[in-house]
């Protein structure tokens, strides 16, 4: 048995599965994506368009719940990586993107705004996130581990929710940077 995340919200699906967003940021099909999805996992698969295929987790970094995965024959399939932009510029009030995609449905945008540019986050597991872009911004479960898009549809933060040490639910974006 693994120990849950701080970033695991407890959500419980009959068929073992999780599930949850990423984003290619190259052409050689690396994916950026939440620790917390896969972590655990025994097999993770990603959905391009209308296919399933594999993928190998090639870092995690559990701190600030990111993950590189990496796909085979990624000229082969129909991705396109996002542009990265500087998270050092995102400001209070800046829109902000959320895009993800819940198992089953198709990719969905959500909007709002950068709530607040915090400088730590503690969770009741005792684990902080610096430097952490708040969101008002109502990520669900198939968002985290999306990108968060500025006005020029630029990543500037990867999304996920975390419990904190009040008991609250923070929905944030690990900056890109």
Request: hydrophobic share 40%; net charge negative.
């Amino acid at each position: 048995m693994v120990a849950a995340s701080a970033f695991d919200i407890p959500t419980r699906r009959t068929d073992g599965m999780l599930s949850g967003s990423g984003f290619v940021i190259d052409h050689d099909g690396h994916i950026v994506t939440a620790a917390h999805l896969v972590r655990a996992a025994a097999d993770v698969r990603v959905t391009i368009g209308d296919r399933s295929v594999p993928a190998r987790g090639l870092g995690v970094d559990e701190g600030d719940d990111l993950a590189l995965l990496g796909i085979n024959h990624a000229s082969s399939l129909p991705i396109e990586p996002l542009t990265l932009g500087d998270s050092d510029t995102v400001r209070v009030g800046d829109p902000a993107m959320a895009i993800g995609r819940a198992a089953g449905l198709a990719p969905a945008l959500t909007s709002g705004t950068v709530a607040a540019r915090q400088p730590s986050v503690r969770a009741t597991s005792g684990t902080t996130v610096t430097d952490a872009l708040q969101l008002d911004v109502p990520l669900h479960d198939g968002d985290c581990g999306g990108p968060l898009l500025d006005s020029s549809g630029q990543v500037t933060g990867v999304n996920t929710r975390m419990v904190t040490d009040a008991g609250d639910t923070v929905a944030f974006a690990i900056p890109v940077n």
